[in-house]
């Protein structure tokens, strides 16, 4: 199938497609006519750009400059996207790197008045270092339906698939929610994989996992795709634990409801005037969120596109005089999963204008 997908006169293919079927005389065959089907065929073309002009930072060493490229490039594609969209989370202020800021409009303005969380590189210290796993994502909702959590940096989350609902509880200690988890997915508890972030915060946790027979996958960074992983069916992972990103929190939580899956966060401010910052935006603690207080909308679009080779996707390749893209694009209201591999003609990039 060859699509007209992003002013560029690039081609797409589009790979694997799943799409629930229904038939003509139901409420749900209406998907087929309402024009916000295509948002996220929209929007992809922002993420495929931020990793598209990402990748000659890929390996210098400069997490900055190649933040800033793709902060760039999205904002430029998300100016044309046919929605009024505003930033609920942004990207950038934990480092004070570039970024599309909280609060900032994007889109032209007409179309669905949508919330976005935005990372147009979720793995910039990734990238600088030209390793695994880095992307660029957006996440989409209702207007008025995203938590803000911006105001709260970190957040405890547990992240599975289906078959963790009723069954696992972020209050409970690990060793207790892997054999559950194990029991109720029919498996060996050695056989369970735990994906958590490498870091000395969790060097407790990581030596309880392995303390109750499961094994580790340890992330360097991004802890979106891991927490999407651990959702899908055709994955090693079994859960992904541990603290990361609060706005990360959001946005997966976007990804989990078309999967169908389960995630729970509980904020975890570093200071106390973190958590009065946190209190007096409304936030609370002590408290478990839930996917749909996360994101109170089933309406959730997901889509990300690689920068470098990961377990979610592929990274941006060059083939002559093709630039390659993998993007995965999720929907909860019609609980669909596409892969998009497009190839965009690499003469149309080389130029600094966008889009």
């Known amino acids: 199938m060859s699509v007209a997908a992003d002013g560029l006169s690039s081609p797409r293919r589009t790979r694997s497609l799943e799409v629930k079927v229904t038939t003509p005389d139901t409420e749900a065959a209406s998907l087929f006519l309402h024009p916000d089907r295509n948002l996220a065929m929209e929007l992809v073309r922002a993420t495929e750009a931020a990793a598209i002009r990402a990748v000659p930072f890929i390996g210098r060493g400069d997490k900055n400059a190649a933040d800033k490229a793709a902060v760039d490039a999205m904002r430029a594609f998300l100016g044309t996207v046919n929605f009024d969209g505003v930033v609920v989370i942004g990207e950038g202020e934990k480092d004070k790197a570039p970024m599309l800021y909280n609060g900032e409009h994007v889109g032209n303005g007409r179309g669905p008045a949508c919330d976005i969380a935005v990372d147009p590189i979720d793995g910039t210290s990734l990238t600088a270092a030209g390793r695994q796993n880095a992307l660029s994502m957006i996440a989409v909702s209702d207007r008025g339906s995203m938590l803000d959590a911006s105001s709260v940096f970190y957040m405890d989350k547990i992240v599975t698939g289906p078959e963790g609902i009723g069954v696992v509880d972020i209050r409970k200690p690990i060793g207790e929610n892997i054999r559950a988890l194990a029991k109720a997915k029919g498996k060996a508890v050695e056989e369970m994989v735990v994906a958590v972030l490498d870091r000395p915060r969790h060097a407790q946790l990581i030596e309880d996992i392995r303390a109750a027979g499961a094994g580790t996958r340890l992330l360097l960074d991004g802890d979106v795709a891991g927490g999407i992983n651990a959702a899908r069916y055709e994955t090693r992972i079994d859960i992904c634990v541990g603290t990361g990103g609060s706005p990360e929190g959001v946005a997966t939580a976007c990804a989990i409801k078309a999967l169908g899956g389960l995630i729970q966060g509980r904020l975890a401010p570093k200071t106390d005037e973190e958590r009065q910052k946190g209190l007096d935006a409304g936030l609370q603690f002590d408290y478990v969120y839930s996917s749909d207080e996360l994101v109170r909308s089933e309406n959730t679009f997901f889509v990300a596109t690689?920068?470098?080779?990961?377990?979610?996707?592929?990274?941006?390749?060059?083939?002559?005089?093709?630039?390659?893209?993998?993007?995965?694009?999720?929907?909860?209201?019609?609980?669909?999963?596409?892969?998009?591999?497009?190839?965009?003609?690499?003469?149309?990039?080389?130029?600094e204008d966008l889009p």
Request: hydrophobic share 40%; proline share 2%.
């Open 306 to 351: 690689g920068v470098t080779d990961g377990g979610l996707v592929d990274g941006v390749r060059r083939k002559g005089p093709i630039i390659r893209t993998e993007s995965i694009i999720l929907r909860a209201h019609s609980g669909t999963i596409r892969r998009v591999i497009a190839d965009h003609l690499a003469e149309k990039w080389l130029g």
